[in-house]
Nanobody, 111 residues
Framework: QVQLVESGGGLVQPGGSLRLSCAAS????????MGWYRQPAGKQRAWVAGISTGGTAFYADSVKGRFTVSRDNANNTVYLQMNSLKPEDTALYYC?????WGQGTLVTVSS
């Protein structure tokens, strides 16, 4: 059974940084592209970033230059480094592979 577990969310001030992690199990991790999504309260879930099996990264325009996605195939983990955070980055952040979602981790950017 495929399982994704996100961690690393929390409360941070504007301009601050957080690193989210997503640990995967039940899959051949190195053979799967991974994606990060977010859902602000009352809004639809939206794609944020993705990383291919070969390590090529892709970003939504809203986070380009501030967020970095990476993967550690040895530890079956994908990361989302978030810098220069803004209040509008506040959301539940999810990782996804194929049709499987994690449970989400909450990021709140506020002073």
């Amino acid at each position: 059974q495929v399982q994704l577990v996100e961690s690393g969310g929390g409360l941070v001030q504007p301009g601050g940084s957080l690193r989210l992690s997503c640990a995967a199990s039940g899959i051949i991790f190195s053979s799967n592209g991974m994606g990060w999504y977010r859902q602000p309260a009352g809004k639809q879930r939206a794609w944020v970033a993705g990383i291919s099996t070969g390590g090529t990264a892709f970003y939504a325009d809203s986070v380009k230059g501030r967020f970095t996605v990476s993967r550690d195939n040895a530890n079956n983990t994908v990361y989302l480094q978030m810098n220069s955070l803004k209040p509008e980055d506040t959301a539940l952040y999810y990782c996804k592979t194929g049709g499987v979602w994690g449970q989400g981790t909450l990021v709140t950017v506020s002073s």
